[in-house]
């Protein structure tokens, strides 16, 4: 979202790539992206039209101020509570917590800061199942 950490995500990125995955940007809206440092990056797809369960795994990287819009905003909190709820690794930087805590996230194995996420986007979290829905 707007005024997220250019650091941060091109850390990630690089870091995505190196592990030989693909990153994808997804945004509140499509087009160019205002970053922390002045920069733009231009969004993959839209927040509302890119569900989470089409991805392996979400990192959630945003600035105070736009969490502070999106924890208002159901669809971006859905996003987050079906990445959890479909077992997803879910990294997360300090500035998305609100949004994570609006969705519901608990801390387990599989929700990380920046740093841990590519090792953690590696598998699903099965464990978490029995905190998301009943099993017969």
Aim: glycine fraction near 10%; proline fraction near 4%.
């Amino acid at each position: 979202a707007d005024g997220s950490d250019a650091g941060e995500l091109k850390s990630l990125k690089d870091a995505i790539k190196a592990a030989g995955g693909n990153a994808m940007t997804i945004a509140p809206k499509v087009g160019k992206v205002p970053l922390s440092d002045g920069s733009t990056i231009a969004a993959d797809a839209q927040l509302f039209g890119q569900p989470s369960v089409t991805v392996d795994a979400c990192a959630v990287l945003l600035s105070a101020e736009a969490t502070a819009k999106l924890v208002k905003e159901g669809a971006a909190v859905q996003w987050v509570m079906d990445a959890f709820g479909h077992l997803k690794a879910i990294g997360h930087n300090e500035g998305a917590k609100p949004l994570l805590d609006k969705a519901g996230v608990e801390p387990d194995e599989g929700v990380t800061d920046l740093a841990g996420f590519v090792e953690a986007a590696k598998r699903r979290y099965w464990d978490r199942e029995p905190k998301v829905r009943t099993l017969a």
